[in-house]
T-cell receptor, first 118, second 117 residues
Framework: GAVVSQHPSWVICKSGTSVKIECRSL??????MFWYRQFPKQSLMLMAT?????????EQGVEKDKFLINHASLTLSTLTVTSAHPEDSSFYIC??????????????FGQGTRLTVV | AQKITQTQPGMFVQEKEAVTLDCTYD???????LFWYKQPSSGEMIFLIY??????QNATEGRYSLNFQKARKSANLVISASQLGDSAMYFC??????????????FGSGTRLLVRP
């Protein structure tokens, strides 16, 4: 399958600082990128969907100013958690997909980033 | 409203036997896709199988097959000849157009599968 690389795999930061997470599609063009948050033993909660070159579409309840998403190219999307607080500690995972046929049957995910805010 | 439902929080299966993981979905979009992913304890999401809403045949990928019943809106995953390495969380997901006409990929709550030796 296709490869999506997410970096860093884990990060510890101080409360009030910002953290950037990168998501790269290595061998395909991700026209759409998804960002999820996953709490322990729970499902993946969609935070936002971004299409290359346009603004991200955020899910209800997700603060746009806190979770900044940029999808500047077909191979790179970033999530920046601004002014992080301990309640932002979680597992964040990105996914990439070609949203249009013939490769709309595929959606691949990065390894995830475990964020701990202290 | 929840769009993807996995009613089995946990399942046991004996090694070498087959197991079915249930998934039902709800969408008004005539064009949609259904995915199954495996998430081991390490956290990565491993793509297993895909079924498109217009596909006439049930999808198969090695030991994985998808029992797609469109009228019942169900897309159950069947794992044949279970192996110890199959122990993991399994998520069903659906791709459709959201209310804002953007492409979304929504996940169910997951089923934890434990394969017994």
């Amino acid at each position: 399958g296709a490869v999506v690389s997410q970096h860093p795999s884990w990060v510890i930061c101080k409360s009030g600082t910002s953290v950037k997470i990168e998501c790269r599609s290595l061998d395909f063009q991700a026209t759409t990128m998804f960002w999820y948050r996953q709490f322990p033993k729970q499902s993946l909660m969609l935070m936002a969907t971004s299409n290359e070159g346009s603004k991200a579409t955020y899910e209800q309840g997700v603060e746009k100013d806190k979770f900044l998403i940029n999808h500047a190219s077909l191979t790179l999307s970033t999530l920046t958690v601004t002014s992080a607080h301990p309640e932002d500690s979680s597992f964040y995972i990105c996914g990439g997909a070609q949203a249009f046929p013939p490769r709309d049957t595929e959606a691949f995910f990065g390894q995830g980033t475990r964020l701990t805010v202290v | 409203a929840q769009k993807i439902t996995q009613t089995q929080p946990g399942m046991f299966v004996q090694e070498k036997e087959a197991v079915t993981l249930d998934c039902t979905y709800d969408t008004s979009d005539p064009s949609y896709g259904l995915f199954w992913y495996k998430q081991p304890s390490s956290g990565e999401m491993i793509f297993l199988i895909y079924q498109g809403s217009y596909d006439q045949q049930n999808a198969t990928e090695g030991r994985y097959s998808l029992n797609f019943q469109k009228a019942r809106k169900s897309a159950n995953l069947v794992i044949s000849a279970s192996q110890l390495g199959d122990s993991a969380m399994y998520f069903c997901a659906m791709r459709d157009l959201g209310e804002d006409s953007s492409y979304k990929l929504i996940f169910g709550s997951g089923t934890r599968l434990l394969v017994r030796p």
